[in-house]
């Protein structure tokens, strides 16, 4: 059976990220999975860490590195909280010619649900399947009028595409969008996501909200029970991370944005970046910094035992 292409977008920051998303889909699926990284600006020795630390995740094919030239980008535009390395998604159909459909899927997030199963959904006559976005009262309706779709037009994520990349190809959408994303940049101020939904709105099937667990989904827990319940995909969207937050002693400490910590954590510390990340931590907060990395580390490690 052929490997499930899994992409991923990722800069040198954010690689021990896409390595605990990495071990997380292996964990979890019982099919061979096939690994793609658009990479910018890493070092070839970060890549080989990479590598050496995910060789022995079940059912992995290996790691196929394409990396992310710099005219790619120009020209885009983005906030300080995010990289420009974010638009580099809509080139995967361009770059990864061997594939027919490839699953693509931000870093922030863990997967806990089988990919075999995502993977094999249809896509009738639509180009790409994204997961509706529901984390706002208003349904996203002045985005929707700031981007000038139809008010009936599903707002979607863009943390998770899975693309059909021949009907991708064959309508030209990577043009597409670079041609619109540099006609007038200020309509974007969810970036790659507003540009997708922009253009998009009419040629993507929605996929189930158990593919994308957000925690702003929990304030409407009656309506989504059964997505909480059992998510196929946790994704920690927002500016507050898991790693940048302490695991709870318990899993009853979890609250509000702090869902979902003690998952991360427990998958982190699988990864040859573990102690990277514990750092990233450990420069969080006066009494955090205060303790250092080693005892981070091990509070982290006692903590996760409960």
Request: glycine share 6%; with cysteine.
């Amino acid at each position: 059976m052929k490997a499930i292409p899994v992409c991923m977008v990722v800069d040198d920051g954010y690689l021990p990220f896409a390595a605990t998303t990495l071990v997380s889909i292996c964990e979890n699926t019982q099919e061979k999975i096939a690994c793609y990284i658009l990479a910018h600006n890493i070092p070839s020795e970060r890549k080989q860490k990479f590598e050496e630390g995910v060789q022995t995740l079940k059912g992995l094919c290996g790691v196929r590195w394409i990396d992310v030239r710099d005219e790619w980008l120009e020209g885009l535009v983005v906030g300080k909280h995010i990289s420009v390395v974010t638009y580099a998604r809509i080139f995967i159909p361009e770059v990864v010619k061997a594939e027919e459909k490839v699953l693509f899927t931000d870093v922030d997030v863990l997967f806990q649900g089988d990919v075999g199963e995502l993977y094999r959904e249809k896509f009738d006559d639509c180009v790409i399947c994204a997961v509706p976005e529901d984390d706002v009262a208003d349904g996203h309706r002045e985005d929707k009028k700031r981007l000038e779709i139809p008010e009936d037009a599903i707002y979607f994520s863009a943390g998770l595409l899975l693309i059909d990349c021949e009907k991708w190809r064959a309508g030209n959408w990577t043009k597409r969008l670079l041609d619109d994303v540099k006609q007038d940049v200020s309509k974007f101020t969810c970036y790659d996501q507003d540009l997708l939904n922009r253009n998009m709105y009419s040629s993507y099937k929605s996929l189930s909200k158990k593919w994308c667990w957000i925690r702003q989904r929990a304030k409407f827990e009656r309506a989504n029970v059964e997505y909480l319940k059992d998510p196929g995909i946790r994704h920690f969207n927002g500016r507050v991370k898991p790693w940048l937050c302490l695991p709870s002693f318990g899993r009853l400490g979890e609250k509000g944005v702090r869902l979902g910590t003690n998952s991360f954590w427990l998958v982190a510390q699988k990864t040859v970046f573990f102690d990277e990340i514990c750092s990233i931590r450990a420069k969080e907060g006066w009494v955090v910094r205060l303790l250092g990395k080693s005892l981070v580390q091990k509070l982290i490690v006692f903590l996760l035992k409960f």
